[in-house]
């Protein structure tokens, strides 16, 4: 009787660690879904991030992305504009399908965002930052938007309740302590989390904060090599836009001249201001404390302008304004950087950075004096381009980089299927997870399309749409002009030769007029739809309540 007691422990013994085991063979075959830190910043160059380049600033804690995960060098947007943008990220569709085609259009809020399936599939979300549209972000448990574009010293929020409050400090660090407060003291521990970290930064007007103004001030940055560029060998699109340092760029609102100085000194080339440029930003928001940090250096600047622009010719006074640029530029993005090291020291501290996918990336890229400009819109690279940069430890190798053809469209289906969320069936992007996963042979697109629709307006770039491989880029300009551009990005990758009309790549063109046209039947583009989107801007052009601030 003794035996069989013994003997009918040990089977039940053995049964439970068996059942155990099981167990916990079933948990370890369902991976942990991830949580998502998705850091976005506006109009932030790749061209000013060292892990692309770094003749121009250095930044380590983006670089730490990099590092621990993978650079992609062919990324790109579909509509090179803030809040298209924006929307095409949140929906996974181009902006002739949601509806967002620019900057004064509202956006339709009928259409679903990732952000609303991350919440249905038990994702704690929020969202912190510059969302640019909207005041009550869909599917987004906790909040804080700054109104439009916000504003860099003592910036307003709005938030969930629906009021808007007034947080007193530089907009970067404001932004960054409303996301790691809420990680820290409303994260609920027992969900992954979806955090939309969304920087102002760098966008124009260029405020840095105080102490990055005094540091970059007495800094000197080297020239694109197409500083001067005089487009001879360009359509009507680039000597029309009016993006050029010289006589575009404001010289209160952008170069941080005194209002008053400008009217004494009434400068060349004569250069409309914006109204209230320079007392909206800063006069009207700074306190005494924080002027007291900002007007010696102010001194410097407006001291340096009244002794010596009137002695400069035409190329100096441009070298003089891609200086001042530059130097407020990038010290807004040295702010940017050490905030984000600041996030990812959270997660490391934290035991977060295991089990957490982190984005970096912006809503578009930026001209930093390439042809002479500043601003974005056009299809060229530097503004169809955007850094891209993923870490996700023990999924993604780190230190590796990608050369494939991906856009801003695809943002929302990979971090869906990294999340183990099913996509709907109308998003028009492609997951990454192939490039991400090292399983290129997955991984078959070798075009990408792109659209521009916000002309006539400010910059004066015309609306055109085109397709872009590794090797080409062929654009049509329209609406009031009817030009065809054709770019051979290996052999000419500063864009300056048009290419169109040479016989020896006429095959070339024919071949990619022929995708182009599939690539617009495939995402549901056309000639009606370049009509309609015409008249509603025309519309909307007459009518001052529908602008948003750009």
């Known amino acids: 009787m003794t035996f069989h007691l013994k003997a009918l422990r040990v089977l039940v013994f053995v049964f439970l660690m068996v059942s155990c085991g099981q167990r916990q063979k079933t948990q370890k075959s369902v991976p942990e879904r991830p949580n998502i830190l998705f850091i976005m910043s506006d109009d932030h160059a790749y061209q000013a991030i060292s892990a692309y380049q770094n003749h121009l600033i250095q930044t380590p804690n983006i670089d730490r992305i990099a590092k621990g995960g993978i650079t992609f060098h062919n990324a790109s947007v579909t509509n090179s504009i803030c809040a298209p943008s924006r929307a095409t990220i949140l929906t996974g569709k181009h902006t002739h399908i949601n509806g967002k085609t620019d900057n004064s259009r ?28 909207g005041n009550n972000p869909k599917g987004v448990d906790d909040f804080m938007i700054l109104p439009g574009q916000g504003n860099y010293i003592n910036p307003d929020f709005i938030t969930k309740n629906g009021d808007t ?41 260029w405020w840095p904060r105080p102490d990055k103004f005094q540091e970059f001030i007495n800094k000197e940055f080297p020239e694109p090599e197409t ?44 250069i409309p201001e914006f109204e209230n440029s320079f007392h909206g930003p800063y006069t009207e928001r700074a306190t005494p404390e924080q002027k007291a940090l900002y007007e010696p250096i102010l001194d410097i600047i407006n001291a340096d302008f009244e002794e010596n622009w009137p002695k400069m010719d035409d190329t100096q006074k441009m070298r003089w304004k891609y200086q001042r640029y530059m130097q407020d530029y990038l010290a807004c993005i040295s702010s940017v950087d050490d905030n984000v090291g600041r996030v990812l020291d959270y997660l490391d501290e934290n035991h977060l950075s295991e089990n957490t996918l982190v984005v970096y990336t912006s809503d578009q ?15 060229y690279n530097e ?4 850094p891209l940069l993923i870490r996700w430890p023990n999924t993604i190798k780190p230190g590796i980089t990608n050369e494939e053809m991906v856009q801003n469209l695809d943002f929302a289906q990979t971090l869906l299927e990294a999340a183990q969320i099913e996509a709907p ?23 990408v399309y792109y659209h521009y629709y916000e002309y ?24 009031d002009v009817d ?68």
């Open 106 to 133: 509202p956006f339709d809020t009928t259409q679903v965002t990732f952000p609303k399936l991350f919440q249905d599939a038990g994702y704690q979300t929020a969202m912190f930052g510059k969302l640019h549209f």
């Open 165 to 205: 409050v007034r947080i007193e400090g530089y907009v970067t660090d404001v932004i960054t302590d409303l996301t790691l407060d809420w990680l820290d003291t409303k994260r609920d521990t027992t969900k992954p989390f979806l955090m939309m970290y969304l920087h102002k930064a760098p966008h124009r007007p």
């Open 227 to 270: 500083l001067f560029d005089d487009y001879a060998s360009r359509g009507t699109a680039a000597k029309t836009a009016e993006m050029n340092l010289l006589r575009h760029m404001m010289y209160s609102h952008d170069s941080k001249i005194r209002p008053e100085l400008v009217q004494r000194m009434r400068p060349e080339p004569q």
């Open 365 to 379: 890229g930026f001209y930093l004096g390439e042809h002479g400009w500043f601003d974005k819109r056009f299809i």
């Open 383 to 386: 503004s169809f381009g955007t």
């Open 425 to 447: 069936n109308d998003m028009q992007g492609e997951s990454l997870m192939p490039l991400l996963t090292s399983n290129e042979t997955e991984w078959n697109r070798d075009a």
């Open 456 to 479: 006539p307006a400010v910059h004066q770039v015309k609306r055109h749409y085109g397709i872009v491989t590794k090797a080409y880029k062929l654009a049509h300009f329209y609406y």
């Open 483 to 550: 030009e065809w551009e054709l770019y051979d990005r290996l052999n000419d990758p500063n864009e300056l030769h048009n290419l169109y009309e040479n016989p020896q790549y006429a095959d070339v063109v024919a071949n990619l007029k022929l995708k182009l046209e599939e690539l617009r039947e495939r995402y549901g583009d056309s000639d009606e739809l370049n009509q309609k989107y015409i008249d509603i801007h025309l519309k909307n052009s007459m009518d001052p309540a529908s602008k948003e601030n750009k």
